[in-house]
């Protein structure tokens, strides 16, 4: 496989930093460029950091790469109001894909949530559905939706109602099967796996979404061990034990050619 080149957007989030980590250790991947707001915790040879103003993203600060990942994502809490919330959550991932279209980039892979309807009661589903359908509508050359559901890991804030959440589901997801496997809860380094195996080994579809349970499913197809040659079977010892061909008179060196005398 080619070696590649891969833009984060999101890299501090949740997912995004695990994303950039998983990233960094595949040998597919050459260089990994974080498109971020602030400076990294986690360092790497092969990482590059570029803080920007997603206010004022520019065609300039997107290079060309072989995917974007778009982990950017907030609450209406954190973001202090619905007008922030939804540009953070619908604006920017929109203005990121335009750009990357225009960059030439051919797969546009971004984290939406399990129920996104821009019809949808719940605001939160309703804000999703609408991203959706925008990116959809852009026609890009390939999008891939990612809807995971109750996403656990190591958050830096601290979220009284997902962790509690987390904890229900950690007892119940057992007991989950068949349609409601769904809705079990999926780690954040799962999800940053499946939206890597989707962009190396998924179907060239030029939109495809990607349930909670379909995430929890993939990994990385297993590794194809070359068949090991034995000496036996690279040299053929039995030559040595048979008589040597007769010469071809007719090719046999004749050093007296050699006398110009």
């Known amino acids: 496989m080619k070696m590649r080149e891969a833009i984060v957007v999101g890299a501090t989030g949740l997912v995004g930093s695990e994303l950039i980590r998983q990233l960094c250790e595949r040998e597919e991947y050459i260089s990994v460029t974080a498109l971020t707001r602030r400076k990294l915790d986690f360092q790497h040879e092969k990482l590059i950091e570029r803080i920007v103003d997603f206010d004022e993203l520019a065609a300039s600060d997107i290079d060309f790469a072989h995917e974007v990942y778009c ?15 939804e540009k ?23 984290i939406s949530a399990m129920g996104a309807n821009e019809k949808a009661l719940a605001y939160y589903s ?14 890009l050359p390939q999008l891939s939706i990612i809807r995971p559901s109750l996403l656990v890991g190591n958050r ?6 997902e962790k509690v959440g987390e904890w229900i589901l950690k007892l119940l997801n057992p007991l989950m099967i068949g349609p409601l496997k769904k809705v079990r809860s999926i780690s954040a380094s799962q999800v940053a796996l499946a939206m890597q195996v ?33 000496s036996q079977d690279l040299f053929n010892w039995g030559k ?9 008179e007719e090719i046999v060196f004749d050093k007296n050619k050699l006398n110009t005398k």
């Open 88 to 110: 953070v959550d619908v604006e920017y991932p929109l203005c990121v894909a335009s750009l990357a279209k225009k960059r030439g980039i051919q797969h546009f892979i971004v």
């Open 71 to 85: 982990c950017l994502g907030t609450t209406i809490k954190k973001a202090g109001s619905k007008e922030v919330f």
């Open 240 to 248: 040595l034990t048979q008589d040597p061909p007769p010469l071809d």
């Open 198 to 230: 989707i962009a190396l080994h998924g179907k060239k579809q030029k939109v495809a979404i990607y349930t909670s349970d379909q995430l929890l499913e993939k990994a990385w197809p297993p590794i194809e061990k070359k068949s090991e040659i034995s």
């Open 156 to 161: 830096t804030e601290f979220r009284f109602g």
């Open 126 to 139: 309703r804000v999703k559905g609408k991203l959706e359908k925008e990116l959809i509508d852009l026609h």
